[in-house]
């Protein structure tokens, strides 16, 4: 008889499995698992995952031009997909800037930031943005990634512990894993569970929320959160990637929205959402970024930001703390689309930001509907399994203030006709 | 080559969160939990009720670290366990299963039970060992399938390392809704687990149906 695990019958097909089986293969060669996964990946990229890293031929304006991952051909589609919240990326005061830089300074910083790879620009915008959050200091990485493995790494040791919200994103995980303190996840923006976990422990204590979770699109519940971490004699690291320049009176970010900007220890954030550019930050007392100049390794054993990038970054920065239009526009755009996925009955999940999930919650229809608003001319990234639960898949949107309502529209036209196709929505 | 067949209406299974540090003091040396995140492996219950094997119908609990598969095969396994403690309602079926497949077992016989709830969406098992309750496991349906699954279960004992191959075939439901819960009493048979650290939901629930698992015979590494 056949063995079992050779038995033809009814095998399953490449949805039953996800990168998350790959992460360990047997034997001594590191190359072993190479041969199952290219088997596997051969069925799923003809299946959907061919919408993943296709590749845009244009700027990631409100409209885009796609290479389209399975047809090889060039589409025109309205983008929801990229970050570029108020839409300055691509402003020509912007282009401009980079421009100028690029003609003074060529192309990179040609060096650590410690050491020959440091510009005139990046100081000048580092106390800028330290002006605009209100901040002491600031300290600027060359990405959000490693603003977040530096300064966890730099602050946190051995015998300490982090607290980490469960959504976290991959960053603040592998930041945590490098301080090589104890990690302990409490339960998604749950106040209570934190409470009960924190009260176990004795020593230095940090704890990581984000202003706005990214594939939720929910809110940090700071105020709770903050006063569970105060009472236990914790520090707060709140990254503000999906946040900053967008939240609170000034735009400085969840923190000031909720009045406990200066209650919450460590601010840190990114330049690649709200500005569309590339980049991290830190902000904090002087005596806490020259502690994390001196210790955190992500930064100074990598190439500093461009000062290319730096320059279009501070005309960004410019834009932004001058045109708070920018932010009254987006937020009237966040309103207009959740009144309408709403009418529409388009699942949106808990989001309460410029970030909305479109919930598919079907992991083997998901590939099928985001082909589908593909092929209709809108450009939307599905979200599958590990990067979140199984059965809750999703499209994620992100909405800019360049968006114009026709725009908006369109889009809830073509999503709501593909989900109501695919028996998804009323 | 000859497989072995149990046959169930209803098998249940959650995977809860519980400490690495944990995790590693159950298994052998050079063996690796999975790690949900950072610091986080998988407890994985799971209760049986089979109606149809070579010793007849009996119940089973079993506790499992949730480990890397041998991926080796065409057919890829969905995962892996190292199970370090089997309990059963019968003294055959446990003799069965310690000379058939080296699993260790809990010595006495335990009770098993199973309650439908929710009109039907749910299901809840209870245990007892040593006339006391040990394990309480509520389970939750979302969609069904039918499915052929492989899995992968390691062992050791005083004898050595072993490995097998089993397919679950069957009705299958498994979602990560988050609305089951497990209940761990303060007993012996909870001995390796620190209980207060375990999640009390399990972030995933499978429900079995009216299937049979297969097993290839025992591999000794």
Redesign the interface.
């Known amino acids: 008889?056949?063995?079992?695990?050779?038995?033809a019958?009814?095998?399953?097909g490449f949805a039953?499995?996800d990168y998350s089986?790959?992460?360990?293969?047997?034997?001594d060669d590191p190359l072993?698992?190479l041969t199952?996964f290219a088997?596997?990946y051969r069925e799923a990229v003809p299946n959907g995952y061919y919408l993943y890293q296709e590749a845009l031929e244009s700027a990631p304006t409100t409209h885009v031009r796609v290479r389209n991952g399975k047809t090889k051909e060039s589409q025109d589609l309205l983008n929801l997909a990229s970050y570029n919240y108020l839409g300055i990326s691509y402003r020509p005061e912007v282009k401009r800037a980079a421009a100028e830089a690029i003609e003074k300074y060529g192309l990179g910083a040609s060096g650590s930031p410690i050491l020959s790879g440091t510009f005139e620009i990046h100081q000048k915008f580092a106390d800028e943005l330290a002006q605009f959050k209100g901040k002491e200091a600031c300290i600027i990485f060359p990405t959000g990634y490693s603003a977040n493995v530096g300064f966890i790494s730099a602050l946190m040791r051995s015998g300490d512990t982090i607290f980490l919200d469960?959504y976290s994103h991959a960053s603040i995980?592998d930041g945590?894993?490098l301080a090589k303190s104890?990690?302990?996840?409490f339960r998604h923006n749950n106040p209570m569970d934190l409470e009960r976990k924190m009260s176990?422990v004795r020593g230095k204590k940090l704890v990581v929320v984000e202003g706005v979770y990214s594939m939720d699109g929910d809110i940090c519940a700071l105020p709770e959160v903050l006063e569970v971490t105060k009472r236990h004699g914790a520090r707060m690291l709140i990254d503000e990637a999906h946040s900053t320049f967008l939240f609170g009176p000034n735009g400085r970010g969840v923190a000031e929205h909720f009045g406990l900007d200066k209650d919450v220890d460590f601010h840190l954030g990114t330049f690649s959402k709200s500005l569309g550019g590339q980049g991290g930050f830190v902000c904090g007392t002087r005596e806490l970024i020259d502690y994390v100049v001196a210790f955190s390794r992500s930064r100074f054993f990598s190439c500093n930001l461009s000062p290319v990038v730096t320059a279009g970054l501070r005309a960004a920065l410019q834009i932004a703390r001058e045109e708070p239009e920018l932010r009254a526009k987006l937020w009237s755009n966040v309103a207009f689309l959740r009144r309408r996925f709403e009418e529409e009955g388009v699942d949106i999940g808990k989001s309460n930001s410029q970030v909305m999930p479109v919930m598919v919650n079907n992991d083997a229809k998901v590939f099928a509907v985001a082909e589908k608003i593909q092929d209709r001319g809108l450009f939307l990234n599905p979200v599958t399994?590990p990067a979140v639960?199984?059965?809750?898949s999703r499209l994620r949107i992100s909405v800019s203030a360049a968006h114009t309502e026709e725009d908006l529209e369109t889009a809830v036209g073509i999503i709501a006709d593909v989900l109501r196709e695919e028996g998804i929505c009323r | 080559?000859?497989?072995t067949r149990y046959g169930y209406h209803n098998a249940i299974n959650g995977f809860f969160?519980f400490p690495t540090e944990n995790a590693r003091r159950i298994l052998p040396r050079g063996m690796?939990p999975?790690e949900v995140?950072?610091?986080?492996s998988v407890l994985a219950v799971t209760v049986f009720f089979f109606h149809e094997s070579e010793v007849g119908e009996y119940g089973e609990v079993v506790y499992a670290v949730l480990v890397?598969?041998?991926?080796?095969?065409?057919?890829?396994?969905?995962g892996a366990f190292f199970p370090w403690q089997v309990a059963t309602t019968t003294r055959a079926a446990r003799e069965h299963a310690i000379e058939r497949w080296h699993l260790p077992h809990w010595m006495d016989d335990v009770e098993v039970d199973f309650e439908p709830g929710d009109g039907g969406r749910a299901l809840t098992a209870r245990v007892k060992a040593e006339g006391s309750p040990a394990l309480e496991m509520t389970i939750t349906d979302?969609s069904w399938q039918?499915?052929?699954?492989?899995y992968q279960s390691f062992q050791q004992d005083d004898d050595g390392k072993y490995m097998c191959?089993?397919?679950f075939?069957g009705e299958k439901s498994?979602?990560?809704?988050e609305t089951g819960r497990i209940q761990l009493y303060d007993h012996p048979f909870n001995k390796d687990i620190e209980i207060?650290e375990v999640f009390e939901q399990p972030?995933?629930e499978m429900w079995m149906r009216e299937g049979h698992q297969?097993?290839?015979p025992l591999r000794q590494l």
């Open positions: 008889m056949e063995p079992a695990h050779k038995k019958g009814d095998k399953p039953e499995y089986n790959f992460y360990y293969g047997a034997g072993n698992l199952p088997r596997w469960q995980v945590a894993i104890k990690t302990v996840f176990r399994y639960p199984k059965h809750r | 080559m000859s497989l969160e690796e999975v995140h950072h610091g986080s890397p598969p041998f991926v080796e095969d065409e057919r890829l396994p969905k979302h039918e499915v052929s699954h492989l191959n089993i397919l075939e498994e979602h990560e809704e207060s972030f995933r297969l097993f290839d």
